[in-house]
Every structure is written in structure tokens, then in C-alpha cells.
């Protein structure tokens, strides 16, 4: 049973315009999630983070919402750029916890 | 600059022998995983380590072991009793249990098992 779901495999998105990320998670117990990037024959970078205490965060075109009481989170990316073109993965965890890994979503930003 | 050295990024063995990645970090984390990488899923962690000799399994441990001897390392070795070795391994460190500590990668090695 998947603990972290992203249910859309791809998404394709103009360049400049807005692209939303989203991830679902079964467990209540996660109060920590993180965002991943992903190139080809490449190690994930990690982009940005939230904990459960907040419902925003923001670094530069980058923004994550949590929702807790749907259990689920987006990322938002603004605006769009053909270098943003990855497979973006979603990650929750809590303390004391190993993080639990969605199957992610291949973002392709056309120009 | 710090980092997670994985090598080699391509290998290639027959199938019945057993292989060993190798991970190495320079960033003095306490705590280091393997996760393997096929289409379609995400990452499962095979095995972690928290602290020098000490490691547990992940949620896909079976025909994989590690060691954890030193600080920096955390070789990871497919034998031949693992069924589908043939995937992108992954190693990552962060400082441990800790709130606000993501995962930093390595950049990979991918296994090609015939």
C-alpha cells in the first residue's frame, strides 16, 4: 500500500506558465515533506521543504502548499522553464522515521 | 565541496555474482541510506545506517548487505540471492533523525545484471 502518491506520471506545461506538482499521503503521523528534482542518470537535488506546523512555503519561483486535513501537498512552479523539465518526486517522513518516496511526476515544460 | 561520491556509475556483472557499490561522504553525516530506483516507483530504501557499525534494514533488504565501518562509507553489496539486482541505486546521507534534515544525494550507479 503506498503511503506516498503522486498520481499523475507526467505533466506537460508551456514555458512561463505556472506548474502545480501534486502528492497525496496516506499516513497522519508525517509532519515533514520534502521535494525532490530529478535528471536522467542523476542523484535527486533537493528543492524545497515544509513542516506540519505551516501551509506555505516559498523560495523563489519554487512554493509548497500542505494541506493536512485533505493529507495532501503541491508544488508550485512559477513561472515554468524549460530547465525545470525532470521527474519531480514527493518525500514525507517524521521524527524518528525513514522518509517514504512517491513514484514521482516526469514535469515537461515545453518552449 | 562536500558531497556523496558513488561509484562506479555504470556496472555490469553476470548474473550468479555478487557486486559492491561503493558511497562515500565528505559532509561528517551520521546517517546514511540506499535506496534503489526502478520505472515507474519511487525510491525504497534498501538499507540505513544511523551511527558507525550499526545498520538496519530498509523495506526491501532481502539479497542486499552492507557495512558500515568507517564514517564516510557505506558500501552496499547485491548478491546473487537478490532476484532483480538490475535497477539505479541511489546513496544519500543526512545528519540523522533530526526535523529539517533532508536527504542529500549521490549521483547514482546504475546496475545492468545478464
Known amino acids: 500500500d503506498q503511503q506516498v502518491k503522486q498520481n499523475s506520471p507526467s505533466l506537460s506545461v508551456q514555458e512561463g506558465r505556472i506548474s502545480i506538482l501534486n502528492c497525496d499521503y496516506t499516513?497522519?503521523?508525517?509532519?515533514?515533506f520534502l521535494w525532490y528534482k530529478k535528471y536522467p542518470a542523476e542523484g535527486p537535488t533537493f528543492l524545497i521543504s515544509?513542516?506540519?506546523?505551516?501551509d506555505k512555503n516559498e523560495d523563489g519561483r519554487f512554493t509548497v502548499f500542505l494541506n493536512k486535513s485533505a493529507k495532501h501537498l503541491s508544488l508550485h512552479i512559477v513561472p515554468s522553464q524549460p530547465g525545470d523539465s525532470a521527474v519531480y518526486f514527493c518525500?514525507?517522513?517524521?521524527?524518528?522515521?525513514?522518509?517514504?518516496f512517491g513514484p514521482g511526476t516526469r514535469l515537461s515544460v515545453l518552449p | 565541496d562536500g558531497g556523496i561520491t558513488q561509484s562506479p556509475k555504470y556496472l555490469f556483472r553476470k548474473e550468479g555474482q555478487n557486486v559492491t557499490l561503493s558511497c562515500e561522504q565528505n559532509?561528517?553525516?551520521?546517517?546514511m541510506y540506499w535506496y534503489r530506483q526502478d520505472p515507474g516507483q519511487g525510491l525504497r530504501l534498501i538499507y540505513y545506517?544511523?551511527?558507525?557499525?550499526?545498520?538496519q534494514k530498509g523495506d526491501i533488504a532481502e539479497g542486499y548487505s552492507v557495512s558500515r565501518e568507517k564514517k564516510e562509507s557505506f558500501p552496499l553489496t547485491v548478491t546473487s540471492a537478490q532476484k532483480n539486482p538490475t535497477a539505479f541505486y541511489l546513496c544519500?546521507?543526512?545528519?540523522?533523525?533530526?526535523?529539517?534534515?533532508?536527504?542529500?544525494f549521490g549521483n547514482g550507479t546504475r546496475l545492468t545484471v545478464t
Open positions: 544519500a546521507s543526512n545528519p540523522g533523525w533530526v526535523n529539517g534534515s533532508p536527504l542529500h
Open positions: 518525500a514525507a517522513g517524521n521524527y524518528g522515521q525513514n522518509f517514504v
Open positions: 499516513n497522519s503521523m508525517f509532519d515533514y
Open positions: 545506517s544511523q551511527i558507525v557499525n550499526d545498520f
Open positions: 559532509l561528517n553525516h551520521d546517517a
Open positions: 515544509i513542516s506540519s506546523i505551516k
